[in-house]
């Protein structure tokens, strides 16, 4: 039962670098989300896939990509990291999110030097 | 654009007290109102949550106050114990679907002896 995967734990970027971070769930959930989380600010949506094929913006989308592979992957990419994406970063799924909530995995930490 | 709005931001309780934190809400659409738990390291879970039509909820020592004329939702955890030193997240989204979750600042608890 892994629930919800995230892939790095850490990473430590160069300026203008870019990654891409890996998030895979098994529990056949159809939305999944990726949101940030910063100090003093909650959590805030970056972007969200609704079902496998689709893919919109949330609250704070520059500087990030999404792709959602399948319905079990769903990764987010940083093409030129800058300093201001600093943060841990989680991953969510849900099957009714108004039902069951959220599932998230236990998050990046991602410092951008 | 704070759409729910937490505090306090940290709270000290002694142990067997009663730990109360509080949100306010400003789109009167919102229909699910969740609270999220997170552990140092951990992604949040899904504590407990309530719609709007119910005034309260009670799940073992973790009850949800609705105040829905005043936009206004409280979680209060009676009989406070060390192992419930955690942040905690209140958040609100949308009916149906995919809805995405808007999070609160969160609110840093710490129960001690």
């Known amino acids: 039962n892994a629930g919800v995967t995230q892939t790095p734990k850490f990473q430590v970027l160069k300026t203008g670098q870019s990654m891409t971070l890996q998030c895979a769930q098994d529990m056949n959930h159809n939305s999944m989300y990726w949101y940030r989380q910063d100090p003093g600010m909650g959590l805030r949506l970056i972007y969200y896939?609704?079902?496998?094929?689709?893919?919109d913006k949330g609250e704070v989308p520059n500087g990030y990509n999404v792709s959602r592979l399948n319905k079990r992957e769903f990764s987010l990419r940083l093409e030129s990291a800058a300093p201001s994406q600093t943060s841990v970063y989680f991953c969510a799924s849900s099957a009714i999110p108004d039902r069951d909530g959220y599932t998230f995995g236990s998050g990046t930490r991602l410092t951008v030097v | 654009q704070q759409q729910v709005k937490q505090s306090p931001q940290s709270l000290i309780v002694q142990k067997g007290g009663i730990s109360i934190i509080n949100c306010a809400y400003e789109?009167?659409?919102?229909?699910?109102f969740p609270w999220y738990q997170q552990f140092p390291g951990k992604g949040p879970a899904l504590l407990i949550a309530?719609?709007?039509?119910?005034s309260e909820k009670k799940e073992g020592r973790f009850t949800i106050s609705f105040n829905k004329s005043a936009k206004q939702f409280s979680l209060h955890i009676m009989d406070s114990q060390p192992g419930d030193s955690a942040t905690y997240f209140c958040a609100a989204s949308f009916a149906g679907g995919y809805q995405k979750v808007t999070f609160g600042t969160g609110t840093k608890l710490q129960v001690i002896p």
């Open positions: 309530i719609r709007p039509d119910v």
């Open positions: 896939s609704a079902s496998e094929g689709t893919t």
């Open positions: 789109n009167t659409a919102f229909d699910y």
